[in-house]
């Protein structure tokens, strides 16, 4: 059996922080191999507008964007396989890691995964997700919904945050949770149950959320669980916020995780981990900022670092 060729640096992921540390090492003359998985350009490519990603005054299509990142590794000499990683063994040199279909050998590791929304998989949601009126970041999409009322659901810290935000454009916000008081910190649920335009309606589940046929969020359909009494909120915007699930788990027994899964990064680093020479990037890290400007950032710190360490290591 032939011995696969030893890459400088593979990175896994094709989101922001993914495509930024292949633009930073393919500059860096290192042609890294990027893995990307089932949704290549990651979470931005099902965000119809970004208004907040920096140099883009009238906003810009996150396909778009995503698109123009990808041209951008491409020019410095990244080569792209459309492959998921299954497991990885970090305990020898070089790294392996291990696809449906072969084994491929690393110098140096990037790993830029994401993390998913949780969702709640009621009927509506997945057909209307997405510039539809279902969504899952308010800092994204907050500001589609002028003088309209929304619902956020979920009841931490994310919830509390994102109803917040949406009260700066929302008629209304209600905030729908499955028990009679909030997960999130005492400061952020004081401020959410004290701010005239949130209401909470609590101890409800969404049931589904309405408007399919019409292609577009109609109301959303809440059970309350106490009486078991459905009813309709009449709205234009869904806002999930029910937490995320990190994509870490074939790399979860090889690298340390913090009790949600997310990769923990060695003490003082955001973005080194426990194995010397690999190295993390974005939302797979980070439950805290999640935006793609902070993932892009990542990125490029875990590029800058890898050329480092492979300097030293025979790049
Ligand atoms: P979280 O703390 O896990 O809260 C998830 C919420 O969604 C909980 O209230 C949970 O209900 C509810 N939920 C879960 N599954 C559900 C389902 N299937 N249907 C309905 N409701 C469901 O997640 P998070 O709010 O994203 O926060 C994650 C971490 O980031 C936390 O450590 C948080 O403190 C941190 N964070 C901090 C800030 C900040 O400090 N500004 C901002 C955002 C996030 P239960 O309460 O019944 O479990």
Redesign the pocket.
């Known amino acids: 059996m032939s011995v696969p060729p030893v890459e400088n640096v593979v990175i896994v992921g094709s989101g922001c922080a993914g495509l930024t540390a292949a633009i930073y090492t393919g500059r860096a003359n290192l042609t890294p191999l990027l893995l990307e998985g089932s949704l290549p350009g990651g979470q931005l490519t099902t965000t119809s507008e970004v208004e907040n990603f920096p140099g883009f005054p009238e906003g810009v299509d996150g396909f778009q964007l995503m698109d123009n990142l990808r041209k951008q590794a491409t020019k410095f000499g990244t080569r792209f396989e459309q492959t998921q990683v299954t497991s990885v063994d970090f305990t020898s040199f070089p790294r392996k890691l291990v696809t449906a279909d072969r084994v491929i050998l690393a110098k140096a590791v990037i790993i830029a995964t994401g993390a998913s929304p ?1 969702m ?1 998989g009621v009927p509506g949601e997945k057909e209307l997700y997405g510039g539809k009126g279902v969504t899952t970041c308010a800092t994204c999409d907050g500001a589609f919904y002028r003088k309209m009322d929304v619902a956020v ?7 509390a ?1 994102e109803a917040l935000f949406l009260t700066r454009f929302a008629s209304k916000v209600y905030l729908v ?3 009679d008081s909030l ?3 005492k400061i ?1 649920a004081d401020r959410a149950t004290s701010h005239p335009k949130i209401q909470c309606v609590w101890d409800s ?1 969404p049931v589904a959320i309405e408007g399919v046929a019409e292609g577009a969020v109609s109301g959303l359909r809440i059970k309350n669980l106490k009486t078991n009494a459905e009813s309709v909120l009449p709205l234009k915007g869904v806002f999930v ?4 699930v990190p994509n870490t788990g074939p790399f979860a027994a090889a690298l340390d995780v913090d009790e ?1 899964g997310y990769f923990k990064p060695a003490s003082g680093s955001q973005i080194q981990t426990n194995v010397p020479g690999v190295y993390v990037a974005g939302d797979c890290a980070d ?2 900022y999640r935006q793609a400007i902070t993932a892009a950032g990542m990125g490029c710190a875990a590029a800058i670092e890898a050329e480092r360490w492979l300097a030293e290591h025979g790049g």
């Open positions: 949780r709640t659901i979920g009841g931490g810290d994310s919830a945050e949770h499955r028990r997960r999130a910190s952020m589940v916020a029910i937490g995320h949600g439950h805290v």
